[in-house]
């Protein structure tokens, strides 16, 4: 058993995992250049350690001091006594074994010099009482700070009138430390201070400059400076100890600074997080092979909602301001704090620095470099670039951060560039004139020089796309027969499952019979892998059925359901759209279209999206269809009879015969009915009406 006593990464184990300080393996390789193989006790991994390694980093590992072990577990521990140990130390020593623990209690002094070096403690004989008595009297809590400035006044005769107290504050520069220059104004304006007690120099600064300026101005005040820790008075000896100090203080504080920053970057570059997880984030501990180790999780009470705030403030309908006001409203809050216990709002300033943080992408940024962080996104690399945009936008030196919401905006295209060939989209604006605002719709074209479409006013606009609403209405023919036939659809298809269900409970016996011939057939010795994937392919096709049965049934259903709805909604959208308010407009402008074309003249096209393009397509077909064979009088006389009124009759357009497929402005229609009633079995013929062109195919 061996215990490695460093950290190398170039000592892998696995893909994620090295050969760490504290590690404990079992040596099963002696190679003989030195080197061992050894597999580790907890998750009996394999490494190779070279020699120069097992050399200066490897210890016995069947032993080791109490220190050492903090943290171990094992099955049974033993511990040895020496009588230099403090309570704690035994405690420890108590709590190392899972099932036993068990104490060995030195109680002779030491023989030889040999012995004395293993067993320091023992300078008298004792009895085994006695020497527990010692140890647990002996209290090896570490003394703070504070308690040593007061024992040492105390030892001085001296009485302590205030105390300062800067904590986590760094004591490389002065100028930043609020209470340093509180004690220093003391000094110099009341001065009814005698002395100032610190525990080591290095507390009060670690700059040379600084020293020697807190040294002036103590002197011009009468005060003396004295260290708890350290050896320092008035004379030429404790000066030089002093001014040496001040010169190591400096160097260790730089010297540190810069291990540290070195070891900042070198966990930024491996995708490590720096400090605290962002909001939408939580520091967790992961047990990774026994060891517990920092990571970064995501936070599920908040990411989707700043996923959401992110989504939001990409569309351009949002300023910070509102941004912050809606998140609040849909409940995101910052984490409580020691500080402030309840819950806060997200601020302002706060939404922006989230909004340009890279981390969410799942970047880790440092230095001003980015890396891949081992973290997971909460927002996809196009929305955070999306973002981006518009907060690049929105700081532009000559604009706020102010938006202004109309329903059509994102939406409306100009339809003079859709006609040359180019797409730009038409930008909402608000103008200040004669002491009123007015709303307008530009073309971003006409702002880059590629479009003359004048500055529409926004009334206008909104008229225009009325007006187009209209052109979607749905017959209440095509209406009922397109709900019918979904309904006579679905009734069939739940007859099918019904079907289904009914001979499910024989395939399931059949599978079960199938199973206990399978099993039948192992007892008989039959090869068990073998065996096992048939069984295991048996159980998935039983899962299969019934989970198959049970979703389609739900599914189309849920279906029919959507797309009765859409067809209701279009049946007279107009109605709906002219009674609805600027949010339900908008909500309505985001459930049909994709893009609306306007000019000064109306609306020149639109992009419509899935149902509703196909399901208003196919309803211009049926009002095509339905005026084609509208009953109508033929002049033309037949051979060697009189004139004659026919009616062409009724044209099924059930939806299991009319197919509706749009090609440019063109629809092609295929119907049994529709082919048999114009023609018969002849060849189909083109048709022209006023507002589509179909064309009869047949099969």
Known sequence: MILTRRNDRRLGISGTDWVKNGDRWTITHLNPDGSLRAQHTRSHLSVVLPAEYVAGHVELGYATTVNAAQGSTADVAHGILTGDEDRQLLYTMLTLGRAENHLHLVTEPAESKDEEQFLPGITEQLTAIEALDRIIGRDGTATSATSERAHHAEALGLRIVDEYVEPGRSATTAQNRPEYQAMMKRISSQRDVDYVIVYQLSRLNRNRVDDALVMLQMDAAGVKLISATENIDDSPAGQMTRGILAAINQYRSASEGE??????????????????????????????????????????????????????????DYSLERLAQTMDDRGLAVRATRRHPGARSVSVSKWHSMLANPYYMGLMPFKGELYPGRHQAIVTPELFAVVQETLKERSAPTRRDRTHFHYLKKLTYCGRCDKAGRRNPMIFTRATAKGGEYDYFVCMGRKRGECDLPYLPASLVEDHVVRHYGTLHLSDGFVQTVIDGVREAVADEQSSIRELHAVLPRKLADLDKREERLIDLAEDGLPQDKIRER?????????????DVTQSGAALAAGAEVLEACIQLAADVRELYVAANDEARGALNDALFRRIYVDEDGVHGAELREPFAEIVDAGKVHEGIVELHAPQTDSAPDRGGPRTTRARGAVSTSLSHLVAVPRGKDLTVSTKHLMADLGGFEPPRALTQPAFQASAIGH
């Open 259 to 316: 291990d540290i920053a070195r070891k900042l970057a070198h966990k930024a570059t491996l995708g490590g997080t720096i400090g605290r997880a962002p909001l939408g984030y939580l520091n967790v501990k992961e047990d990774v092979d026994g060891r517990m180790v920092s990571a970064v999780a995501i936070d599920e009470a908040r990411a989707s909602l700043i996923r959401a705030g992110f989504e939001l403030y990409a569309t351009g």
């Open 535 to 547: 069984l295991n392919t048996l159980r998935t096709e039983r899962a299969r059925l019934e989970v």
